[in-house]
């Protein structure tokens, strides 16, 4: 998170490197960029083919009838974005760019695996974080539930279920858990490479998510989070790079622009995020909001 895309390049370089606890950091190539910051180029759109990926649940609002649970609100919202997309797709043309409407495969394998592996990966690792952390704190996931359950306030509007899953999760993920985490790494990168290579692109983008909504809890409001999509996953799945730029707003709340692509693309992405955000000029100095009523 930063104001600029410049500000995210700075902090990318420092960030980068080696760490002989992190296994993945063996593999950035020599060749891997040491200062983003000077690779920037506002004119970088210029020639590039950039697929528009518009996820799944924008594509209801050309029914007919929305889908059973929503409300107007959601569907205003929607629409927002989609018009936030459009205005997007003016810009990046304007800079050059040449779009194309993609679909990314794979994506329902991809999601129906991804909670269960997360529980995993918190069984192996959390624990580990917990010992290593100095301090009094619990130091096992049992410790944390614990801790939770005897603090007044801690449950008094969010539950620690995901607590209590990893809690039943083996510390050391079994062979089946590793294959599917495994293959659930190949179809995500797949999905984004596969869409790059048949359409000869150079980035893909996609809203980053719904609009923000109302913050709302089950124990107290009967209802949870009215998050409606995000497009994050793919990249986040595969572990490509992938960067948020604000494109436009609903009400006085940001809607983003995200670019992605392939493993070690930063340079690329943060260059054209870069062009964009210099095209459009979007974003707003941010204020305090003590509410916004409805």
Do not use: C
Not at 258 to 279: H, I, N, Q, V
Request: charged share 25%; aromatic share 8%; net charge negative.
């Amino acid at each position: 998170m930063a104001r600029h895309v410049v500000d995210v390049a700075i902090a990318t370089a420092v960030l980068q490197g080696a760490d002989e606890r992190d296994a993945a950091t063996a593999e950035i190539p020599q060749a891997q960029p040491q200062d983003y910051a000077a690779l920037l180029d506002d004119e970088s759109l210029e020639g590039a083919r950039v697929g528009v990926w518009r996820p799944y649940v924008l594509g209801q609002l050309d029914g007919s009838e929305p889908p059973e649970g929503w409300t107007e609100e959601d569907e205003a919202g929607l629409q927002a974005v989609e018009d936030v997309l459009t205005a997007s797709r003016k810009s990046l043309e304007e800079a050059g760019a040449t779009l194309v409407d993609v679909e990314l495969p794979y994506q329902d394998d991809v999601n129906e695996s991804e909670f269960p592996l997360l529980i995993s990966e918190f069984a192996r690792d959390l624990p580990a974080y917990l010992e290593a952390t100095p301090g009094e704190h619990p130091r096992t996931i049992q410790g944390l539930i614990d801790f939770n359950a005897a603090d007044p306030v801690e449950l008094s509007v969010f539950g620690q279920e995901i607590f209590e899953s990893t809690a039943q999760e083996p510390l050391t993920p079994t062979p089946e858990t590793v294959a599917l985490r495994d293959e659930t790494r190949r179809l995500a990168r797949a999905s984004i490479d596969e869409v790059l290579a048949a359409n000869d692109l150079d980035a893909i983008v996609a809203p980053t998510n719904s609009a923000a909504w109302k913050t709302t809890y089950p124990k107290t409001d009967g209802e949870g989070d009215q998050f409606l999509f995000g497009s994050s996953g793919p990249a986040a799945v595969a572990g490509y790079p992938n960067v948020t730029v604000p494109a436009g707003y609903v009400g006085p709340l940001p809607i983003g622009l995200s670019f992605f692509g392939t493993r070690w693309d930063e340079a690329d992405l943060l260059s054209y995020a870069y062009d964009f955000e210099d095209e459009t000029q979007a974003r707003v100095r941010p204020r305090f909001l003590l509410t916004i009523k409805e």
